[in-house]
């Protein structure tokens, strides 16, 4: 059985990229040669040269890890505040059913 390939929405690229090029200024910004970096998130250097390109299969938490050592913002400006965030939506959460069902169709019944 083959595979087909995955596709991302363009705005899915777009991020991807943004995101790697934050990572590529922030680090050459900070005089980190991609050497420095990849030992210090853990990968080799050509897992940090996609996440940098912003190649969509490297792993979400990869990239984030790049982007906190480097010092790219992840949600909010300031780390401090991302633990009152993740509470605010796990309150707004709380407030949903745990569970999600697609609604049934109606029958039409007006004839």
């Given at each position: 059985?083959?595979?087909?390939?995955?596709?991302?929405?363009?705005m899915?690229?777009?991020?991807?990229?943004?995101?790697?090029?934050?990572?590529?200024?922030?680090?050459?910004q900070?005089?980190?040669?991609?050497?420095?970096?990849?030992?210090?998130?853990?990968?080799?250097?050509?897992?940090?040269?996609?996440?940098?390109?912003?190649?969509?299969?490297?792993?979400?938490?990869?990239?984030?890890?790049?982007?906190?050592?480097?010092?790219?913002?992840?949600?909010?400006?300031?780390?401090?505040?991302?633990t009152?965030?993740?509470?605010r939506?796990?309150?707004?959460?709380?407030?949903?059913?745990?569970?999600?069902?697609?609604?049934?169709?109606?029958?039409?019944?007006?004839?």
């Amino acid at each position: 059985m083959t595979e087909h390939p995955r596709t991302y929405s363009r705005m899915t690229r777009e991020a991807l990229t943004m995101m790697g090029g934050l990572i590529r200024l922030a680090r050459k910004q900070r005089k980190m040669s991609e050497a420095d970096l990849s030992a210090r998130v853990g990968i080799a250097r050509s897992t940090l040269q996609l996440i940098e390109k912003g190649h969509p299969k490297v792993e979400i938490g990869l990239v984030f890890e790049a982007a906190t050592l480097v010092g790219v913002p992840l949600f909010v400006d300031e780390p401090s505040r991302l633990t009152p965030e993740i509470s605010r939506v796990n309150d707004k959460l709380a407030l949903l059913p745990q569970s999600v069902r697609r609604p049934r169709s109606e029958v039409k019944d007006d004839f």
